[in-house]
């Protein structure tokens, strides 16, 4: 199938991936004194009172907004937040379809970081999460960061988040494979935007050995001259060694590369050149910065990548739907790095010792256990943490 092309026809016909339909009935007078006035006034009177009512009395606790602003849609780059509204539809149907969190896509007209987070905060009271979406670093780390400071409720960036637990899941899972022990692999990171740094830092976490990040400039060092604040920020806890030079240098012994980059820029010489056992995730899409292939030939153990066509896709619907079902759930006020961490541990743990190979690390796109497992170790990890106000069977 033309996949490009056929979409193309089937959004023609659809005019919009999205519907919203009643929950309630609205069929007779009583239906609409019930729903509307003048009984709606009671459940207005209690929010007042009280603002927390708002999760139980309205659709807030089991609502996610996906924000975006264009800037950076889907490997399409600033195509603009009109032209990103189908990828932002696209991203509300798997919230409903794998985590049973509904959600409302708003593509903001501004590239202005204050304008934003306001407009993100004025609307926060009429939802239960945000989900920050396609927007270029570093602004994405300051939108993030601001939100979470305003609002009282989760804010999570899928492009950095989601992409960190799903790789961290698939890494384990390879680790073992490979058996080694990750306090003692290296690992590069091709690729220093949001996701890549947000993979360095839960990997980190995690407690791997040692990471050293590369960008297109090369090697990412303190002394690196036109780095972000960000990643200048990360050049003080990676490279341990002060490496100098391009992707190669970076690759030669390397047990682990993950690219988050662009398609192409690594050979087989260079996956020959890593340690043995080695862990090769190109994940560029659509085109891999290796074909699959081509690094198993030259003596990558284990290889994943971002598509459904190849074994061991490291696809972020593994984790996001989940995420939020587990802290809307528990009502918490953020998503942090034992929520991150719980996430990715029960990703990987749905593969069984017995099951476990080179071609199946991961869980598919489409097993079921996977959103209610995320949810579950999230809602637990919240609770654990200090971060949640109920637990699931309260909500």
Not at 303 to 324: C, E, K, M, W, Y
Request: a negative charge; aromatic letters at 4%; hydrophobic letters at 45%.
């Amino acid at each position: 199938m033309d996949y490009r092309a056929e979409s193309l026809k089937k959004h023609y016909e659809w005019r919009g991936k999205l519907d919203i339909t009643p929950r309630v009935p609205v069929e007779n007078r009583d239906d609409l004194s019930l729903a509307y006035t003048p009984g709606v006034a009671e459940p207005c009177l209690e929010i007042e009172k009280d603002l927390e009512k708002s999760f139980a009395l309205t659709g807030r606790g089991n609502l996610v907004a996906v924000v975006t602003d264009g800037s950076a849609v889907l490997g399409l780059g600033n195509i603009g937040p009109e032209a990103g509204m189908p990828v932002m539809e696209g991203k509300c149907v798997l919230f409903k379809a794998f985590g049973g969190v509904d959600a409302i896509p708003l593509c903001i007209k501004s590239g202005d970081v204050d304008e934003i987070v306001r407009t993100v905060y004025l609307l926060s009271g009429s939802f239960g999460g945000i989900n920050l979406e396609d927007i270029s670093a570093p602004r994405c780390f300051e939108i993030e960061r601001r939100l979470q400071e305003l609002c009282d409720i989760p804010i999570f960036h899928d492009d950095q988040h989601g992409t960190a637990v799903v790789t961290a899941a698939a890494l384990k899972n390879a680790l073992k494979v490979v058996n080694k022990r990750i306090e003692d692999v290296r690992c590069v990171i091709n690729g220093a935007g949001a996701a890549g740094i947000s993979v360095a830092k839960l990997l980190q976490k995690m407690g791997i050995g040692e990471i050293v990040l590369v960008s297109s400039r090369g090697i990412i060092a303190e002394d690196t001259e036109g780095i972000n604040p960000a990643q200048r920020e990360m050049a003080k806890v990676t490279n341990p060694r002060r490496l100098r030079g391009k992707l190669a240098v970076a690759m030669k012994d390397a047990d682990v590369f993950i690219g988050l980059s662009v398609p192409g820029v690594v050979s087989g010489d260079m996956v020959r050149s890593m340690a043995k056992g080695s862990i090769v995730f190109p994940m560029s899409n659509p085109t891999p910065e290796i074909d699959p292939e081509e690094a198993i030939k030259a003596g990558a153990a284990v290889v994943g990548t971002g598509r459904s066509d190849f074994d061991n896709q490291i696809n972020n619907v593994l984790a996001f739907p989940g995420i939020l079902r587990g802290a809307l759930d528990t009502r918490a006020r953020c998503i942090n790095d034992a929520m991150k961490l719980a996430a990715a541990h029960a990703i990987a743990d749905l593969i069984s010792n017995e099951d476990l190979r080179p071609g199946y690390i991961i869980p598919f796109a489409f097993d079921k256990r996977v959103g209610p497992a995320v949810g579950r170790a999230v809602a637990n990890a919240a609770m654990e943490s200090g971060v949640a106000r109920t637990t699931p069977d309260k909500r």
